[in-house]
C-alpha cells in the first residue's frame, strides 16, 4: 500500500499564490505551485514524486504526440465554510481513468498511487482552493504514452501525472446550442464512452462550425441517423420534459459515464423527478416542445457543473427556453453546490475529505 512517506517530494521554496488572485478566475488558465508525477516502465509504476510544477522534458519522437494514447479526468476540490478541504467523488473518477486506459491500450493506475497522489498533492496546495462562488481547485490527472519511438503499437513506457488548477465558471451564460448533423463524436465500438485525449481534438471542427453560426456549442447526435442525441460539447445532457428527467444511457458506448450526470440523477430523483436512462428521439424532444411538456434543457459536467440551454437549433426550427424559469436545472445546481460547500449534509458519501 503506497503512503505519503513514498513519494519523493520537493517543494517550492516560495509559492507562486502571492502573486494570484482566487477570485474572477478563468477556467484552467493558472496552475498551483506543485504536481504529481510517476513513470511506467518494466510493468510497473516506479519514480512517484511531488515536485515544483514545472515543464516536461520529452523527445519529439514520444508515441503520445504521434498516435495519441492519452487520457484524463476532471475532479474538482471545495473549500466547505468551515474551511475544510474535499474533493467530490475521486473514486469514481478514479474507476473511469482505468477504464479509458483500458480501451487505449494502457496500464491501469493502481489505486493507491491515484488517490494517495491526488490527496497528498491537494493537501500540500489547499491554500489554492477558492471560496469565491462557483470556483473550485480542478484536479486534472492524465496519462500518456512516453516511448520514444514512431513505430505504430502501444506503447512500453507511461507517464502519469496530476496538476491543479484554481478555477472560476466554465460557461458564464445560458448557452445557445446547434443540433450537429454532419459531424460526429462517437459511434458504437469507438472511444465515446472513455476519456481520451483525441475525443477533445476532433470535436474542435463541429464546436468551431457552429460557434461561426453563433452558437456557444453543438448537441452531438447519433453517427448513424443523426435523430438520437448523445452529448451537448463537453457534458452530458438532461431534458426534462413534463415530471420526467430524461438522458441518454450508457448501453451503446458512446457516452462518457459522467460523476455529475450519475450524480445529478441522484438528486433529481431526490426532488421528486422520474428518470429515464434511455436513446432520445430528438423529434421526440421538438414534440415535447411543441405540446408545452419540454420544460428545459440543460448540461452537467465537472468542469461546467449544471450548464443551462437557452435556444436549441435543429436544422431550421429553433427552441428557446427562459433561463429565469429554469427551476429544475438551478434547484439541482443549488442543492449539489450545497453539499459541496458543506451546507447541507453530505448523504451520498460524495465528499471525499482531505
Ligand atoms: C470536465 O468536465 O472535467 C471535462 O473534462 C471537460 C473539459 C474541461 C475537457
Known amino acids: 500500500m503506497i503512503a505519503a512517506a513514498d513519494f519523493n517530494i520537493k517543494k517550492v521554496e516560495r509559492s507562486k499564490l502571492e502573486n494570484i488572485n482566487l477570485s474572477n478566475l478563468p477556467f484552467g488558465k493558472y496552475f498551483t ?28 519522437s514520444l508515441a503520445a504526440l504521434h498516435y495519441g494514447q492519452a487520457i484524463f479526468e476532471g475532479i474538482k476540490a471545495y473549500k466547505t465554510k468551515g474551511g475544510d478541504a474535499y474533493i467530490f467523488r475521486p473514486i469514481d473518477n478514479f474507476k473511469r481513468f482505468n477504464i479509458s486506459a483500458q480501451r487505449m491500450q494502457m496500464p491501469e493506475i493502481p489505486e ?4 494517495e497522489g491526488l490527496r497528498t498533492l491537494v493537501q500540500l496546495d489547499k491554500n489554492w482552493i477558492p471560496d469565491q462562488p462557483d470556483h473550485s481547485l480542478y484536479i486534472r490527472p492524465f496519462m500518456f504514452s512516453s516511448d520514444e519511438l514512431i513505430g505504430v503499437r502501444p506503447s512500453e513506457k507511461y507517464k502519469f501525472l496530476i496538476i491543479l488548477s484554481p478555477t472560476g465558471p466554465y460557461y458564464n451564460t445560458p448557452m445557445r446550442i446547434y443540433v450537429e448533423e454532419k459531424y460526429v463524436r462517437a459511434v458504437n465500438g469507438g472511444v465515446g464512452y472513455a476519456k481520451a485525449a483525441g475525443n477533445y481534438g476532433a470535436a474542435m471542427l463541429a464546436t468551431a462550425e457552429a460557434k461561426k453560426l453563433g452558437y456557444d456549442q453543438v448537441l452531438w447526435t447519433d453517427a448513424i441517423k443523426h435523430e438520437y442525441v448523445q452529448e451537448c460539447g463537453t457534458m452530458n445532457v438532461f431534458f426534462i420534459i413534463g415530471d420526467k428527467a430524461i438522458t441518454p444511457d450508457l448501453n451503446s458506448g458512446t457516452i462518457l459515464a459522467g460523476v455529475t450526470r450519475d450524480s445529478v440523477i441522484t438528486v433529481l430523483g431526490e426532488m421528486g423527478l422520474t428518470i429515464e436512462e434511455r436513446p432520445l428521439n430528438i423529434l421526440e424532444v421538438i414534440e415535447a416542445y411543441h405540446s408545452g411538456t419540454l420544460r428545459e ?39 449539489m453546490n450545497q453539499i459541496r460547500y458543506g451546507i447541507i449534509p453530505d448523504n451520498h458519501g460524495w465528499m471525499y475529505k482531505i
Open 297 to 335: 434543457v440543460f448540461g452537467t459536467g465537472t468542469a461546467a457543473t449544471i450548464s443551462l440551454i437557452k435556444e436549441l437549433k435543429y436544422k431550421e426550427f429553433v427552441m428557446n427556453f427562459d433561463p429565469q424559469s429554469c427551476k429544475v436545472a438551478n434547484e439541482v445546481k443549488n442543492r
Open 112 to 115: 493507491d498511487i491515484f488517490m
Open 33 to 60: 505551485d506543485h504536481m504529481f508525477e510517476a513513470d511506467y516502465e518494466n510493468g510497473e509504476w516506479k519514480n512517484l514524486a511531488i515536485k515544483p510544477y514545472q515543464p516536461l522534458l520529452l523527445e519529439p
